[in-house]
């Protein structure tokens, strides 16, 4: 038996959480399928001389230190992609939860842009 406090057998609530989190992420594949839609707008939550170095096609600098000051530069029309720097980072997350509580539709890339660019491989593009 798994020896951890927060393991359980309730498979009512792991429905639920699992289409919590289909509902409000995507996944690398999925988002590049999604690069050309228009009702799609993907928002970069690094640094800004991050984003300068490297980041994804069509994707916007947004920096977490900037989402007061910008937000209001986002479209409610739109489903708004954020994204940092890696699976374990937070910051994509924390910006998500600003937007939703602002009205905004939002999903987080799951992975954060070092799984696009080094576990897929995916383009890139400098500014």
Not at 41 to 69: G, M, N, Q, W
Not at 90 to 112: C, D, F, T
Request: with cysteine.
């Amino acid at each position: 038996m798994l020896k951890h406090s927060n393991i359980t057998k309730q498979t009512q609530r792991a429905m639920q959480f699992f289409e919590e989190k289909l509902a409000f992420t995507l996944g690398p594949v999925e988002l590049k399928n999604n690069l050309d839609n228009e009702q799609v707008e993907i928002i970069d939550v690094r640094k800004a001389e991050d984003y300068d170095r490297s980041h994804i096609p069509t994707a916007i600098s947004l920096p977490a230190s900037d989402i007061e000051l910008r937000m209001n530069s986002l479209s409610k029309s739109k489903i708004n992609i954020v994204y940092c720097y890696t699976e374990q980072c937070h910051l994509a997350a924390q910006i998500a939860l600003k937007l939703s509580e602002r009205g905004y539709p939002v999903m987080e890339l799951e992975g954060g842009f070092d799984t696009w660019k080094n576990v897929y491989d995916f383009n890139v593009v400098s500014s």
